[in-house]
Each structure stands twice: as C-alpha cells, then as structure tokens.
Nanobody, 125 residues
Framework: VQLQASGGGLVQAGGSLRLSCAAS????????MAWFRQVSGKEREFVAA????????KYEDSLKDRLTISRDSAKSTVYLQMDSLEVEDTAVYYC???????????????????WGQGTLVTVSS
C-alpha cells in the first residue's frame, strides 16, 4: 500500500484546510485509515481515524469539534477537513493505513503499518 498525502499549506488562524490521502497498490477498502500529526522534536500524535466501512470514526478529544474525517472508497481516498485552525495545529500531518483488515479503528501508532510521506500544515497568527 502506498499513501500520498496532500492539501497542506499556509493558512491564517481561523481558516480551514482539507487534507487528502490517496491510496494505491493494494486495496485499502478493508482497512481502517487514520491521520496523525507530528511537531519536530515531539512524538507523533493521533488526530482522527475512520473505520474500513466509513461508519466508525474517532477523534482526538481536544480536536473533535474542529475536524471531520471521511473516506471515499471508490477513490481509495481519505479526507481530513480541519476548521477554525489554530497556531498550535502547525505540524506535519501523516495519513496511515492499518496493517490488519477490519476491526475497530485505533488511536495507536502501532496499529498502522502503512504511512504516507506527510504534508505540512502551517497556521499563522
């Protein structure tokens, strides 16, 4: 599975961005997908996850009011809509696909075997 993340960029605080993650190679239709983010010098942290069917979603509690994760199985693409962005949201955002098929989506880095290259989101004040 290869994952290509896009949609990052520079945005002012209060603005919005939509990140995309396109999967290729093996199908991800049976896999949970997730977004994580990482600031230099810190650990990668969970942002949001969506189950293989698209019905089950999980969000980092402190972010859930500003995020919407979704997936388009026909396009093998996962999206992360981020609204009311804050300077603290500045990070590299990574999409990931679970190693195993089916099951509930996980908040743990270790549950995901496939990672995209990351897309930088910079929020200015």
């Amino acid at each position: 599975v290869q994952l290509q993340a896009s949609g990052g960029g520079l945005v002012q605080a209060g603005g919005s961005l939509r990140l995309s993650c396109a999967a290729s190679g093996r199908t991800v239709s049976k896999k949970n997908m997730a977004w994580f983010r990482q600031v230099s010098g810190k650990e990668r942290e969970f942002v949001a996850a969506v189950g293989w069917s698209g019905d089950r979603k999980k969000y980092e509690d402190s972010l859930k009011d500003r995020l919407t994760i979704s997936r388009d199985s026909a396009k093998s693409t996962v999206y992360l809509q981020m609204d009311s962005l804050e300077v603290e949201d500045t990070a590299v955002y990574y999409c990931a696909a679970a190693g195993a098929d089916y099951g509930p989506p996980s908040r743990s880095v270790s549950a995901y075997d496939y990672w995209g290259q990351g897309t930088l989101v910079t929020v200015s004040s």
